[in-house]
């Protein structure tokens, strides 16, 4: 009686926050991507790429929401091919949706910006200027990622000490979300909110944060 399993709030990280988006509704386009990879060969980022061995997959869609997520947080996602033009308008629940400026590996505009302009609301995107993909991870973890990684990747990231101010903002906007699930949600709104982005930001990492319903111009 202490764990709400029909009452979820998932949380997920890079190909991770892709999940995350497609169990909360979004709908996989397959159709659409393998038209994409087709077209756009030659022209597509190392994530797109990634994305387009979805082409082997059976079928053309797939929904795979799962009911007992009420709401996701999305770090750094990458759904420029997978969910096509419509797959994101699926989407049932409320996301917050977070990206980087200095973010190679899912880039901010073509994984992060678009997917949110189609996200329906509610919905909140957050950003930090200056941080990069693996700005969020662990510092215990984060050097055995870097060691299995490209190097020409890993040298523009910015890791460890360097991003606790990202990591410390991250989950303070996670907690919450977290709380909107909760009898205390409004006691916790004020931390989704721009002036508190604006409060946290360090000269280092400014940081935005805006609620919306009709998306925002790219």
């Not at 997920?12 to 991507?33: D, K, M, P, R, V």
């Not at 797939?62 to 308008?89: C, H, N």
């Not at 302009?117 to 930090?128: D, E």
């Not at 930001?201 to 940081?207: A, G, K, M, W």
Request: a positive charge; one cysteine or more.
């Amino acid at each position: 009686g202490k764990l709400a399993t029909n009452k979820v709030m998932l949380v997920g990280y890079s190909l991770g926050a892709t999940t995350a988006l497609a169990l909360a509704g979004g709908e996989l386009q397959i159709a659409s991507l393998k038209s994409s990879c087709e077209k756009n060969i030659g022209k597509l980022s190392d994530v797109q790429s990634f994305m387009c061995l979805a082409r082997q997959l059976p079928e053309n869609n797939y929904l795979l929401q799962d009911q007992r997520v009420k709401q996701i947080v999305a770090l750094k996602p990458a759904s420029s091919l997978l969910f096509g033009e419509t797959g994101l308008t699926k989407i049932k629940v409320p996301t917050l949706v977070f990206t980087a400026s200095a973010e190679y590996v899912t880039p901010s505009l073509t994984e992060q910006i678009n997917g949110f302009n189609r996200i329906p609301s509610p919905k909140w995107l957050a950003a930090a200027v200056g941080a990069s993909h693996l700005s969020v991870v662990d510092p215990l973890v984060v050097n055995t990622f870097l060691g299995i990684t490209n190097p020409s990747i890993t040298s523009r990231e910015v890791v460890g000490e360097k991003s606790v101010e990202v990591r410390n903002y991250v989950k303070t906007i996670t907690l919450a979300m977290v709380a909107q699930l909760t009898p205390n949600a409004n006691k916790y709104n004020v931390f989704l909110t721009p002036q508190y982005a604006q409060v946290a930001s360090t000269p280092l990492f400014p940081f935005s944060l805006i609620k919306s319903s009709s998306g925002i111009n790219t």
